[in-house]
């Protein structure tokens, strides 16, 4: 079973519009940590935001936020005012925490394409 | 300060050959993690290092190997390598807050070709 799911494999947004990226994830673990990663065209991987389990607030980072809702298991990624510079494949990560060792867990990533 | 650097940035090799990445995180992260990505199989973790540690490691078969020295910078290794080890070789270095959040620079990466 998927781990992290990405349900989107594509998505268009007008420029200045909100978009909403999906991610639901899977684990038994009570400690874990979710991320999201922007990889443009040229290659290079930027990360973008983080959320623990136990933080009680959306992490927010400029015009990235993170809609966590733990009960469903869902980390969307929500970018406010969509710019053409956030055309780009979006990844969702997720790290579990077992026994004090890591396992890092990627989904298979969400092509944006912001239009002008 | 200078951001996470990795060298080489492009590499070919053959078969059978080895090879050795490096990455230099920003100065005073402590911590480097590498990852692989081909079209194929995504996104996958390779290991991560911590004061000279090997702190967490990936599902990967012993070919794979990493270090991390005094000064924090990394190397990865690949032995006896395969046509599927052709992939982009991410290396991030990480700092953490006492708040317990976490920003992770990557650096360029590394495409590797293996013919």
């Known amino acids: 079973a998927q781990k992290i799911t990405q349900t989107q494999p594509g998505m268009f947004v007008q420029e200045k519009e909100a978009v909403t990226l999906d991610c639901t994830y899977d684990?038994?673990?009570?400690?874990?940590?979710l991320f999201w990663y922007k990889q443009p065209s040229s290659g290079e991987m930027i990360f973008l935001i983080y959320?623990?389990?136990?933080?009680?607030q959306n992490a927010t980072e400029g015009r990235y936020s993170l809609n966590f809702q733990k009960a469903r298991k869902s980390a969307n990624l929500v970018i406010s005012a969509s710019q053409l510079g956030d055309s780009a494949m979006y990844f969702c990560?997720?790290?579990?925490?077992?026994?004090?060792?890591?396992?890092?867990?990627f989904g298979t990533g969400t092509r944006l394409k912001v239009l002008a | 300060k200078a951001g996470v650097t990795q060298t080489p940035r492009y590499l070919i090799k053959t078969r059978g050959q080895q090879v050795t990445l490096s990455c230099s995180p920003i100065?005073?992260?402590?911590?480097v993690s590498w990852y692989q990505q081909t079209p194929g199989q995504g996104l996958q973790f390779l290991f991560e290092?911590?004061?000279?540690?090997?702190?967490n490691k990936g599902n990967f078969p012993g070919r794979f190997s990493g270090r991390q020295f005094s000064n924090s910078r990394s190397e990865m290794n690949v032995s006896t390598l395969e046509l599927g080890d052709s992939a982009l070789y991410l290396c991030?270095?990480?700092?953490?807050?006492?708040?317990?959040?976490?920003?992770?620079?990557f650096g360029p990466g590394t495409r590797l070709l293996v013919l």
């Open positions: 991030a270095s990480s700092l953490k807050t006492r708040q317990g959040q976490e920003t992770q620079y």
């Open positions: 684990t038994s673990d009570q400690s874990y940590g």
């Open positions: 959320q623990g389990s136990y933080d009680e």
């Open positions: 990560a997720m790290r579990e925490s077992t026994s004090g060792t890591y396992k890092y867990i």
């Open positions: 100065s005073g992260h402590r911590s």
């Open positions: 290092y911590f004061s000279e540690t090997q702190r």
